[in-house]
C-alpha cells in the first residue's frame, strides 16, 4: 500500500482549501444594480438623494429591490438587467439634464 508523508497530504489539503476560497465567487448569482455618486468636487452628497432616486424610478414604473446609501453615493439593487437598464436611463435624465456638464456619475454596478 502506498503511504506519503504528512506534508504532502497537508499540502494538498491547502490547495482544496484554497480553491474552494476562489470558486465561492461562482456560487453566489448576479445582483445588477445603478450606484449613484458625485462627479464634481463642488456637488456634495445630500440625504434627499434617495428620495429623488425612489421618486424618478417610480414614475418611470421600476420597482427596485433595495436603494441603501452610504455617505457618498446611492446604491439602487435591480430584479434583472433590462430593469437595470431601464433605471440607468430614467436616474440619468434625473440628474443629469444636461449631458454637456454632468454633475453625477451614474454607473451600473
Known amino acids: 500500500m502506498n503511504r506519503y508523508p504528512l506534508w504532502k497530504y497537508l499540502t494538498l489539503l491547502v490547495a482544496l482549501i484554497l480553491g474552494l476560497f476562489y470558486a465561492l465567487p461562482n456560487f453566489y448569482g448576479e445582483a ?3 450606484q449613484i455618486s458625485s462627479g464634481k ?3 456634495k452628497f445630500s440625504p ?3 428620495f429623488r432616486v425612489r421618486q424618478a424610478l417610480d414614475v418611470g414604473g421600476i420597482q427596485p ?3 441603501q446609501s452610504d455617505g457618498n453615493s446611492v ?3 435591480l430584479i434583472d438587467t433590462d430593469a437595470q ?3 440607468k ?3 440619468q435624465r ?3 439634464p444636461s449631458p454637456d456638464d454632468p454633475h453625477f456619475i451614474v454607473a451600473l454596478n
Do not use: G, H, Q
Open 41 to 43: 468636487v463642488t456637488t
Open 48 to 50: 434627499d438623494w434617495e
Open 94 to 96: 434625473e440628474f443629469n
Open 75 to 77: 446604491k439602487v439593487r
Open 85 to 87: 437598464l431601464k433605471a
Open 65 to 67: 429591490d433595495l436603494i
Open 89 to 91: 436611463d430614467i436616474l
Open 32 to 34: 445588477p444594480a445603478v
